[in-house]
Structure formats: structure tokens, C-alpha cells
């Protein structure tokens, strides 16, 4: 089963080994590793209004016979609450925790949080063209490619394009 909670002092080295993890760069526009000092402030604050700092990341536990295994996090970025919207990001850590739907649950979760208790009226996301599992896991809870941003990402040496995507409140 997976939940969705706020971010502990003791979350520092799940995301300083996140954060400094080069093979998730290309798609999190972070060019230079994180410190844990720098980190540690980070979550020091996090515990603020999403109205003040206008994001939130949420950790991503996964319970498993009694067992509690943090394996990801999901954000909401870019919050403008006058025209009810925020963008999402979501990352699961350990190659051995993907494809088991965590994702998923994670995001229907996020989905619902923002809906109902942020009370906003869309959701977006920008992930490159040649990400497919993220691309299948938005498509799959309704968010729908509303353009392409041509040559947006240099990864690897080569110019890739991102879409962006938009869940609408219905």
C-alpha cells in the first residue's frame, strides 16, 4: 500500500542520494548536485504553507508486511492558487521499486489531494518525448498532451522534445 506524507528531518539521505543522482538530471533541470547542508535547509522549510513557498513535496512510503519503505516523492511545483493550478513531478528512487504501479497509486493520490482539498482546477506536467513510462503513467490518470515544445531538453548530446501535459477537473 502506498501514502503520501510530509517530509521528516530523517528523509536527508533518501533525497541527497536522489537529488545528486545524475541519471535523473536530464528531466529535473538540476545541473549540479545538492550538499546536505544545502538539503537540510530545504527541508527545514518545507514544512511551509504551500500559499508561501508555492510548492510541496510529498514522500512516497510503501507498507509491506508490516514493513515501511519510503521509495519516492511526488512534488507540486509553480502553485498559483488565483488561477487554481500547480505543475507535478514524481520520482521513484530505486529502479527495483518501478513498474509495480507505486507511481500510480502515488499520483491518483496527488491527484485527489489536489482536487479536493487544494481545491484546483488542473494539474500539468512537461516530460520529455522519449520518456514513456512517465508519458503512459500521466496519460493513464487523464492528463492529456496539450503541445510540444520542439529541441527543449539537451540530453546526452542530442536535442530532445518535451510535451506538456494538463489534467482539467471535470
Not at 111 to 136: G, K, P
Amino acid at each position: 500500500m502506498i501514502s503520501l506524507r510530509a517530509i521528516e528531518p530523517s528523509d536527508l539521505e533518501h533525497i541527497y542520494a536522489w537529488e545528486n543522482d545524475p541519471s535523473n538530471w536530464s528531466y529535473s533541470y538540476t545541473y549540479t548536485p545538492f550538499s546536505k547542508d544545502v538539503l537540510k535547509i530545504y527541508i527545514e522549510q518545507a514544512g511551509q504553507d504551500i500559499y508561501t513557498s508555492k510548492q510541496l513535496r510529498l514522500m512516497i512510503d510503501l507498507e509491506e508486511n508490516g514493513t515501511i519503505k519510503t521509495i519516492g516523492c511526488v512534488d507540486l511545483f509553480d502553485f498559483e492558487p488565483r488561477h487554481q493550478r500547480a505543475g507535478v513531478g514524481i520520482l521513484i528512487g530505486d529502479e527495483a521499486d518501478r513498474k509495480n504501479g507505486h507511481a500510480s497509486q502515488a499520483l491518483k493520490r496527488l491527484i485527489s489531494y489536489a482536487f479536493s482539498t487544494l481545491n484546483l482546477n488542473q494539474l500539468f506536467c512537461n516530460i520529455a518525448v522519449d520518456n514513456t513510462a512517465s508519458l503512459a503513467l500521466f496519460k493513464k490518470h487523464g492528463f492529456a498532451i496539450t503541445g510540444t515544445k520542439k529541441q527543449w531538453l539537451h540530453i546526452n548530446n542530442n536535442w530532445v522534445d518535451e510535451h506538456t501535459l494538463q489534467l482539467v477537473r471535470s
